[in-house]
């Protein structure tokens, strides 16, 4: 029994970590003798390159692992809010993730020739398109959320932080596995497999299947019979297979596979006349469909005092989507209802090396190269109709002009050519054990070979290159045995781009400017009252040149990205844990704040006042029709000054409570949590109107779990939202189309029971 409770306050030790790179290993130990800590295995990460453990990163770092992922049921990216510090993932239009970290990222994953902000990596693979986020989380040991720029470690895409999935890997010498299957309501099915079998004595090969489907969570009453949104029907499937021929060397395989057939997700206009939030009063289907492939090798080899590691990957996704746009019934623009469909297909080949010392020594370096290679195509129809029996596909790029629908309203159509390298190199420096100067520098280029048109005209060439100089420079100090103060500067970059739909624009360039970020961050990492409790802290500032945004055209379905010349953020997070009761029970805490603004003169359209000052300009006769050239100029009046304004997804609090009871019984160990989450109001946009708040929301979550002593069986139960709150998730303004306001609402409540047997 002491054996299991040891286990699982190791475990629960680990999930808490959730700000500021607790360690989790550290914090686990129950004992009364603080110094039993030192034998407990301690949670590597991968930062800058290198196996470190987490405790010892100087940056703000989060692990989640496998354990607290099931027992919240974290099944996909979006249900990581709450759980790591400064991370917020929405919806778009579509289906598609948009990730930001401290308020950077991205807001819109539709202009496919920009970088995320946030990058994403499975097992180290840089994955090129956040579309892929929708893949969900399969059979993962845990995942890591690094926050501030990366441009060292992980290169353009990462100036807010970077996402990375590692996966359970096959173990030598081992025969093992095990099933799961989870049922709640709204229909709520999921079952998963997983085995691990031994091949000789130096090679294993693992495999896990996984299919989840659940009913909508909302519905559209605009359809005759109702239709169902934020559904599932999902099957995620990984080989993965482990060759160790020595104790130096070790290659891995890994092909996974994921399919998706949804109905779409529900965002609910903001002028929706039903108020139900769980009812949308679209009349047209939504749909997704996506098929990615994922297949990568990594190589590592330890030599004589350094290691060689090697990533390479390739990438295949297709998706597909159409949805009603206007998110309404009522027809805009004299009679056209806005019926967007969209299809992306990408693949990608990504190869990065790296050669790192082995540690100990008075001077660690890391150095390597990286490259990718990214042949992206995007098809862009939208229809004006309502009749699902309409054409609603995306029509071939070859389509003759003189064969387009009479229905067909705009087309985008376009090829790119990515191509990626980077080499970079990261000295520390260990003055004493218990001090180090840690700096890195990296060179990055990036180049666009794009062909694109609108309406299916002639597709026209285009080509775009960037390149810029990223790196870091950190200290940390190990003040005693359990605490630590650190300090660092780091640059982030992203690329700049191409504005694939601004041919014809009055004011977005056709080109995008690189975004620019310097961070300045110190913190603390600390262990009290003999382990009893942890204590961590940092604060960070963030200077942004060009930064990125979705900028707005007068004439409508001309906008993309632009640059706004300087903002700032800064911010504090803090996380505390303690055991009480003889370790029987874990409080924990965690808080950040946020804050921002532009810090000198910039004008920028809204969309919104540019809608109203072209219905004025044609009801006042200044514009005789839509889309005239006084109509034009009417919308191009409507320029907000956002000099002080906040920028988007800055919540001025959120962090999370919790408390976790561990009960020892004859023939098991019960484990339960009880946990609230809250998030602030934030700004959705760089206006600030009052469309643009977003209100703030908390969420109660509970779990409770058996597992009996000497069985390999367990049985839990997970409660998400259990007071069915319907809060606003997040806020999306569809930037080139229509310019609804629509709102992502919470997941409502879920209960779901799962058992899983391991063999």
Same mark, same amino acid.
């Given at each position: 029994m002491q054996e299991?409770?040891?286990?699982?306050?190791?475990?629960?030790?680990?999930?808490?970590?959730?700000?500021?790179?607790?360690?989790?290993?550290?914090?686990?130990?129950?004992?009364?003798?603080?110094?039993?800590?030192?034998?407990?295995?301690?949670?590597?990460?991968?930062?800058?390159?290198?196996?470190?453990?987490?405790?010892?990163?100087?940056?703000?770092?989060? #692990?989640?692992?496998?354990?607290?992922?099931?027992?919240?049921?974290?099944?996909?990216?979006?249900?990581?809010?709450?759980?790591?510090?400064?991370?917020?993932?929405?919806?778009?239009?579509?289906?598609?993730?948009?990730?930001?970290?401290?308020?950077?990222?991205?807001?819109?994953p539709e202009n496919f020739f920009s970088h995320p902000g946030v990058s994403f990596h499975m097992d180290g693979a840089y994955i090129t398109n956040n579309i892929a986020l929708n893949m969900g989380f399969l059979d993962v040991e845990h995942i890591e959320v690094q926050r501030g720029p990366q441009g060292t #470690?992980?290169?353009?895409?990462?100036?807010?932080?970077?996402?990375?999935?590692?996966s359970k890997k096959p173990v030598l010498d081992e025969f093992f596995g095990e099933v799961q299957a989870s049922f709640g309501n709204y229909n709520y099915n999921q079952g998963q497999a997983a085995i691990n079998l031994p091949v000789g004595d130096e090679l294993a090969i693992r495999a896990?299947?996984?299919?989840?489907?659940?009913?909508?969570?909302?519905?559209?009453?605009?359809?005759?019979?109702?239709?169902?949104?934020?559904?599932?029907?999902?099957?995620?499937?990984?080989?993965?297979?482990?060759?160790?021929?020595?104790?130096?060397?070790?290659? =891995?395989?890994?092909?996974?596979?994921?399919?998706?057939?949804?109905?779409?997700?529900?965002?609910?206009?903001?002028?929706?006349p039903n108020p139900d939030p769980r009812v949308?009063?679209?009349?047209?289907?939504?749909?997704?469909?996506?098929?990615?492939?994922?297949?990568?090798?990594?190589?590592?080899?330890?030599?004589?005092g350094m290691t060689f590691k090697s990533i390479t990957s390739y990438q295949n996704m297709d998706h597909a989507q159409s949805f009603d746009a206007?998110?309404?019934?009522?027809?805009?623009?004299?009679?056209?209802?806005?019926?967007?469909?969209?299809?992306?297909?990408?693949?990608?080949?990504?190869?990065?090396?790296?050669?790192?010392?082995?540690?100990?020594?008075?001077?660690?370096?890391?150095?390597?190269?990286?490259?990718?290679?990214?042949?992206?195509?995007?098809?862009?129809?939208?229809?004006?109709?309502?009749?699902?029996?309409?054409? =609603?596909?995306?029509?071939?790029?070859?389509?003759?002009?003189?064969?387009?629908?009479?229905?067909?309203?705009?087309?985008?159509?376009?090829?790119?050519?990515?191509?990626?390298?980077?080499?970079?190199?990261?000295?520390?420096?260990n003055f004493t054990d218990d001090f180090q100067i840690t700096a890195g520098i990296r060179y990055n280029d990036d180049g666009f070979d794009a062909m694109s048109s609108t309406y299916y005209a002639t597709p026209s060439p285009r080509t775009?290159? =960037?390149?810029?100089?990223?790196?870091?420079?950190?200290?940390?100090?190990?003040?005693?045995?359990?605490?630590?103060?650190?300090?660092?500067?780091?640059?982030?970059?992203k690329p700049g781009g191409i504005n694939g739909g601004a041919v014809n624009a009055m004011v977005v360039s056709t080109t995008i400017e690189p975004e620019i970020v310097d961070a300045f961050e110190i913190g603390s990492k600390n262990q009290l009252l003999d382990n009893k409790l942890k204590l961590n802290v940092s604060a960070f500032y963030y200077n942004y040149k060009d930064m990125q945004y979705i900028q707005e055209d007068p004439i409508p379905y001309?906008?993309?990205?632009?640059?706004?010349?300087?903002?700032?953020?800064?911010?504090?997070?803090?996380?505390?844990?303690?055991?009480?009761?003889?370790?029987s029970l874990q409080l924990g805490i965690n808080a950040t704040t946020l804050h921002g603004e532009y810090p000198m003169e910039y004008y920028a359209l809204d969309?919104?006042?540019?809608?109203?000052?072209?219905?004025?300009?044609?009801?006042?006769?200044?514009?005789?029709?839509?889309?005239?050239?006084?109509?034009?100029?009417?919308?191009?009046?409507?320029?907000?000054?956002?000099?002080?304004?906040?920028?988007?997804?800055?919540?001025?609090?959120?962090?999370?409570?919790?408390?976790?009871?561990?009960?020892?019984?004859?023939s098991g160990l019960i484990t339960a949590r009880v946990e609230y989450l809250y998030r602030g109001d934030y700004s959705a946009r760089i206006f600030g109107t009052d469309v643009d708040q977003v209100n703030s929301y908390g969420l109660l979550n509970m779990f409770v779990q058996y597992e009996p002593d000497d069985a390999n069986w367990k049985v839990w139960l997970t409660a998400t939202n259990l007071t069915d709150k319907a809060a606003v998730a997040g806020r999306f303004v569809d930037p080139y189309g229509s310019g609804v306001v629509s709102d992502e609402y919470v997941a409502p409540r879920q209960i779901i029971a799962n058992f899983s047997y391991a063999f």
């Open positions: 299991l409770r040891f286990r699982k306050t190791l475990i629960h030790s680990a999930i808490l970590s959730v700000f500021c790179s607790l360690p989790a290993a550290n914090a686990a130990e129950p004992a009364a003798d603080p110094d039993t800590s030192e034998d407990i295995e301690t949670v590597t990460i991968t930062v800058d390159q290198r196996q470190v453990n987490l405790q010892e990163a100087a940056l703000s770092v989060t #692990a989640v692992n496998s354990d607290l992922m099931e027992q919240a049921n974290i099944t996909d990216a979006t249900d990581l809010n709450g759980y790591v510090p400064g991370l917020q993932i929405n919806k778009s239009g579509g289906s598609e993730r948009m990730v930001s970290i401290r308020g950077v990222g991205s807001q819109t #470690a992980f290169g353009a895409a990462s100036t807010g932080g970077t996402l990375n999935v590692i896990v299947a996984q299919t989840t489907s659940h009913d909508g969570y909302a519905v559209s009453n605009g359809i005759p019979g109702g239709y169902e949104l934020d559904d599932a029907n999902n099957d995620n499937s990984r080989i993965s297979a482990k060759w160790q021929p020595s104790d130096d060397l070790s290659i =891995t395989f890994i092909a996974q596979h994921y399919d998706a057939h949804n109905n779409g997700a529900a965002l609910k206009a903001i002028d929706d949308v009063s679209q009349d047209f289907p939504a749909k997704f469909d996506m098929t990615m492939d994922v297949a990568s090798a990594i190589v590592s080899w330890q030599l004589s206007d998110r309404s019934t009522i027809e805009l623009f004299n009679g056209y209802d806005h019926v967007a469909t969209w299809a992306t297909s990408a693949e990608t080949v990504m190869q990065e090396f790296s050669l790192s010392s082995s540690p100990g020594g008075t001077f660690d370096w890391v150095i390597g190269g990286f490259y990718l290679n990214s042949n992206s195509r995007q098809y862009v129809n939208e229809f004006a109709g309502t009749d699902p029996d309409d054409l =609603t596909d995306i029509l071939p790029v070859d389509t003759d002009p003189a064969a387009l629908p009479p229905n067909l309203t705009y087309a985008e159509n376009t090829a790119v050519e990515r191509t990626s390298w980077a080499p970079f190199l990261q000295g520390t420096l775009f290159d =960037t390149d810029e100089v990223t790196g870091k420079f950190a200290m940390n100090y190990q003040l005693s045995k359990d605490n630590m103060v650190y300090t660092s500067w780091s640059r982030g970059y001309s906008g993309g990205l632009g640059n706004i010349p300087e903002a700032n953020i800064w911010g504090i997070e803090a996380e505390a844990s303690w055991w009480l009761l003889d370790d969309r919104r006042e540019a809608d109203a000052a072209g219905a004025a300009a044609l009801a006042n006769g200044d514009a005789p029709y839509p889309w005239s050239y006084e109509w034009f100029l009417a919308r191009g009046s409507a320029t907000v000054n956002v000099e002080g304004n906040t920028p988007p997804n800055l919540p001025k609090l959120a962090g999370g409570i919790n408390a976790t009871w561990f009960g020892e019984m004859e």
